[in-house]
């Protein structure tokens, strides 16, 4: 079982530059979600999804965007990267409430 | 604003002894507290979570929750080295608002 596989690892963008941090779970998880760590501090939940076709806001959306196609992906759009938005990013699943989120390893991108 | 306040530390304990870690919360309408140990430059990995006032016990390990108090701990018993790292703890709220705390970086002394 992969469980949560996230990609890019690394990545560094330019002023304005648009991409999609890609997140996918094997484990039929209905409950996915995008946080953003940055040094020294928590985690900032971006957006999540409760199923398919269904996302909502987090605490900081702004500059993101996510779709949820599959039960299985969740990617996260970044249309013009700002510096502001250097960080490591998290995405996560879970299976259902009451249970608790399993992370994937990280995509660690620098805005430069 | 929700908020989960964390003593950032470090905390240093000399290896063996019990590692007290401390969480407060903002919102009272909380449902379940979680707490998640993160290595340097690794991602959280659930340590325990906990729903109900009391103790719940998990090998080493014990999270304690008191409602009334809004307030979670963590307790380590016979800590180890390897259990130095960052202890976030996490507050899930109404739907899927999920905070979590910046932090605690605990050092276990050999």
């Known amino acids: 079982n992969a469980g949560v596989t996230q990609t890019p690892k690394f990545r560094i963008l330019k002023i304005g530059q648009s991409m999609t941090l890609q997140c996918t779970q094997d484990m039929n998880h209905n409950y996915m979600y995008w946080y953003r760590q940055d040094p020294g501090m928590g985690l900032k939940l971006i957006y999540y999804s409760v199923g398919a076709g269904i996302t909502d806001k987090g605490e900081v959306p702004n500059g993101y965007n996510v779709s949820r196609s599959t039960t299985e992906d969740f990617p996260l759009r970044l249309e013009l990267a700002a510096p502001s938005q250097t960080s490591v990013y998290f995405c996560a699943s879970r299976l259902q409430d009451g249970q608790p989120q399993h992370f994937g390893d990280g995509t660690r991108l620098s805005i430069l | 604003q929700k908020e989960v306040e964390q003593n950032s530390g470090p905390l240093s304990v000399p290896e063996g002894a019990i590692a007290s870690l401390n969480c407060t919360y903002s919102d009272r309408g909380s449902q379940s507290f979680f707490w998640y140990r993160q290595y340097s430059g690794k991602s959280p990995e659930l340590i325990m979570f906990?729903?109900?006032?009391g103790d719940k016990e998990d090998g080493r390990f014990t999270a304690q929750l008191n409602k009334a108090s809004q307030y979670v701990s963590l307790l380590i018993r016979d800590s180890q080295p390897s259990d130095s790292a960052t202890y976030l703890c996490a507050v899930r709220g109404y739907g899927q608002n999920f905070v979590f705390g910046p932090g605690t970086r605990l050092s276990v002394l050999p």
């Open positions: 906990i729903y109900s006032n």
